[in-house]
Nanobody, 119 residues
Framework: QVQLVESGGGSVQAGGSLRLSCAAS????????MGWFRQAPGKERELIAQ????????YNASSVKGRFIISRDNAKSTVALQMNSLKPEDTAVYYC????????????WGQGTQVTVSS
């Protein structure tokens, strides 16, 4: 069983920055691909960025390209999302998720952390 705990959410004004972190336990972290999702009110959860077990990074949401940076530290079993130039439309609950290499889909989820960007 994999446990994921996010931290770092909060409220910020437009143009500001936040850094989200997700700590994993109960697994061999380096063998999992990790993703950051978000869900805004009234919208579906979307995958915004992922970093695979082999280090390949994909930014799945065009709206975050050039503003958000995903990274992982296998020694600390953490994945981070640095969010810069935040916009009100980035307001959402952000989730980290883990995908075992053998499954290639996200099956473990954190509890989510709220990010609110005011104009």
């Amino acid at each position: 069983q994999v446990q994921l705990v996010e931290s770092g959410g909060g409220s910020v004004q437009a143009g500001g920055s936040l850094r989200l972190s997700c700590a994993a336990s109960g697994t061999t972290f380096s063998s999992y691909s990790m993703g950051w999702f978000r869900q805004a009110p009234g919208k579906e959860r979307e995958l915004i960025a992922q970093i695979r077990w082999n280090g390949i990074i994909t930014y799945n949401a065009s709206s975050v390209k050039g503003r958000f940076i995903i990274s992982r530290d296998n020694a600390k079993s953490t994945v981070a999302l640095q969010m810069n130039s935040l916009k009100p439309e980035d307001t959402a609950v952000y989730y980290c998720a883990a995908s075992p290499v053998a499954l290639s889909r996200y099956v473990y989820w954190g509890q989510g952390t709220q990010v609110t960007v005011s104009s």
